[in-house]
């Protein structure tokens, strides 16, 4: 069973940055897909950016530039560095997991294990 807790979440002002972390316990790394999404009021949930086990990445456009998705295998953490935060950046952000060694899709219905989310608020 795959447990997923998100944290680094928080309220930061236009331009400034966050690190938000997911840690992963009940399963070995290697074998998973993992990825960061995002969910605003109102809206459906999207990809930001996916990591596997190889460590290759991939973005979605609006990520592409400001985020960056890595992982740190020892402490089995996953970690997404947001720069230069904007207004419409503003949501729930979730880290999720699925049992494949290399990512297919940055699809939210791809991913099987999902975190309890945190909260993003930039002003």
């Known amino acids: 069973h795959v447990q997923l807790v998100e944290s680094g979440g928080g309220a930061v002002q236009a331009g400034e940055s966050l690190n938000l972390s997911c840690s992963i316990s009940?399963?070995?790394?290697?074998?998973?897909?993992m990825g960061w999404f995002r969910q605003a009021p109102g809206k459906a949930r999207e990809g930001i950016a996916v990591?596997?086990?190889?460590?290759?990445?991939a973005y979605t456009d609006s990520a592409k530039g400001r985020f960056t998705i890595s992982q740190d295998t020892a402490s089995k953490t996953v970690v997404l560095q947001m720069n230069s935060l904007k207004p419409e950046d503003t949501a729930m952000y979730y880290c999720?997991?699925?049992?494949?060694?290399?990512?297919?899709?940055?699809?939210?219905?791809?991913?099987?294990?999902w975190g309890q989310g945190t909260q993003v608020t930039v002003s």
């Open positions: 990591i596997d086990s190889d460590g290759d990445t």
């Open positions: 009940g399963h070995t790394r290697s074998n998973y897909c």
């Open positions: 999720a997991a699925v049992r494949h060694f290399h990512c297919e899709s940055l699809s939210p219905g791809a991913f099987t294990y």
